[in-house]
């Protein structure tokens, strides 16, 4: 028994290690990117906010070039972009491992905005059952009116079921890898295999794998971040960004942000691209932290199941370890058939140091319930029991476990 213990011990340290130096790689590139070149009557460290609409230029010839200029992230007009904006766009194009990036203004704005860009009327859409909750609304409401059938399909399809569902009108296939509040984690690879078997294009909502998963190394044509999550990281910024790795999906994507005038302020912009400076830092202690929790779950007799990708019984656990360099703060527990969801409602009413609410990828500790929260209806997935999903902050995880062990009493009494 104790041996054991120790080798389970010896295997956490060595997973606790490993998904540390995915974030200690990336650290440097984070210090030291979109930063101004110092000069000779110095200047700040950092870029400062400037606002602005118009732009001025001092010629009518240098005018007329804003069309060249705004698909290169020059100046055109503020609601196409702004100085900060456009560093924050090439530092996200090299940490995603793309071409272009263009912010937008909200994460939900990043999966709607190349949606737009890439589906004509008539088109069919695949969309895994596990995708955040409005990105499903947005297909079901408001593509429909413009003549675009989705499909959901269950995240864990195989080559064959996924095949069987792509029709001749298929132009997306979109994945979110690990899914919304289920975690499970997709076979990328082989869904972009399929899709560009058939002339369609994968957009996968990477926000949970920011700097763990390189879409464009596994076939992805179109990522999605919500930078409101770990990249501003401080609960205090609603913002988005879409890139891409193919010179031809650059424009239309830019097009689609310019026409519906999606944009986002200079202050959301400098306020994202400080968090990243210290994201890989906070990733790093978060990820390793959320391990530990994780585990604590895990030898709790009132938890079945731990979906954190980084334990084999999270499906897609896999494609995880094949596929990724690190993991989130961002896991989901299931309890046990025989508790019910209002215990573990007064289970979490007496958290004190978790905060009950949407959003996640903060400095602070979070407890949503998944049960009732998730709409899925299509190909079923759900935890059958009471469930939920947790952000792990920046909080000392001896106080967040004492937190968590005096709330777990209420579950069964
Ligand atoms: C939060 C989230 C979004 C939306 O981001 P907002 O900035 O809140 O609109 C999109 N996708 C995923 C996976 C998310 O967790």
């Not at 209002?342 to 978790?354: G, I, K, N, S, V």
């Amino acid at each position: 028994m104790a041996q054991e213990e120790g080798r389970t011990g010896a295997q956490h340290n060595a997973l606790s290690h490993t998904i540390g130096a995915g974030w200690r790689e990336l650290a440097t590139f984070l210090t030291h990117t979109a930063r101004p070149e110092p000069t000779a009557e110095g200047r700040f460290v950092n870029y400062g906010v400037e606002r602005g609409s118009t732009v001025l230029f001092p010629t009518i010839a240098d005018l007329n070039n804003d069309g060249d200029k705004a698909h290169n992230h020059q100046l055109v007009y503020g609601a196409m972009g702004n100085p900060i904006q456009h560093e924050l766009e090439k530092l996200l194009a090299e940490l995603e491992g793309g071409t272009h990036t263009q912010v937008v203004g909200s994460g939900l704005a990043a999966c709607t905005v190349p949606l737009l860009a890439f589906l004509n009327a008539g088109d069919h859409l695949l969309l895994p059952d596990s995708v955040y909750g409005p990105t499903r609304r947005f297909a079901r409401r408001f593509l429909t009116r413009f003549g675009v059938e989705t499909t959901f399909y269950p995240p864990m399809a195989d080559e064959q079921t996924l095949q069987g569902l792509v029709t001749s009108k298929t132009a997306i296939i979109f994945a979110e890898s690990p899914g919304s509040h289920t975690f499970e984690v997709q076979d990328i690879p082989m869904i972009a295999r399929v899709a560009h078997e058939h002339g369609a294009r994968l957009l996968l909502d990477n926000t949970w794998g920011i700097g763990a998963f390189k879409p464009f190394e596994h076939g992805v044509d179109v990522s999605i971040q919500a930078l409101t999550k770990y990249p501003s990281g401080h609960s205090d910024v609603i913002i988005g960004a879409v890139t891409v790795a193919k010179e031809e999906d650059w424009l239309p994507l830019r097009h689609a942000a310019i026409e519906m005038g999606e944009c986002a302020s200079s202050d959301d912009c400098w306020l994202t691209l400080r968090g990243l400076r210290t994201m890989a830092l906070r990733l790093e202690r978060q990820a390793v932290s959320a391990l530990e929790v994780a585990h604590w779950f895990k030898n709790r007799p009132e938890v079945v199941r731990v979906r954190h990708p980084a334990f084999p019984e999270c499906p897609g656990h896999e494609f995880w370890k094949r596929d990724f360099t690190g993991a989130s703060g961002l896991f989901g527990v299931e309890l046990r058939s025989d508790i019910t969801v209002e215990a573990m409602q007064r289970m979490m009413d007496r958290l004190t140091l978790f905060g009950i609410g949407a959003s996640w990828g903060g400095y602070e500790s979070l407890i949503l319930p998944t049960t009732g929260g998730v709409t899925r209806n299509d190909t079923g997935g759900l935890p059958e029991g009471a469930a939920f999903r947790i952000h792990i902050g920046l909080e000392n995880v001896a106080d967040l476990t004492r937190d968590l062990e005096q709330a777990f009493h209420h579950l069964t009494v």
